[in-house]
């Protein structure tokens, strides 16, 4: 989804394709969008998945992906 919506859709199958938005993209389990969210809610809706996923994984390749 990142790549879609920054540089386009990268199966060229879609609507999108080869269309660069440009949009910025920020992972929902990035310490970013808790620092910005109500406490209580993000830990009740996102909480679970801070401890089910590869949060670092997942916000270390959607951050990489901001530089490009």
């Known amino acids: 989804m990142t790549q879609t919506v920054t540089n386009g859709d ?29 406490s209580e809610t993000y830990l009740s809706e996102i909480g679970v998945m801070l401890d089910a996923l590869e949060s670092d994984l997942l916000v270390e390749v959607t951050r990489a992906s901001e530089s490009e």
Do not use: F, K, N, T
């Not at 060229?12 to 109500?38: C, F, K, N, T």
């Open 10 to 38: 990268p199966s060229y199958a879609g609507p999108l394709a080869g269309v660069s938005l440009g949009l910025p993209v920020i992972h929902v389990l990035d310490e970013r969008v808790a620092e910005q969210s109500d």
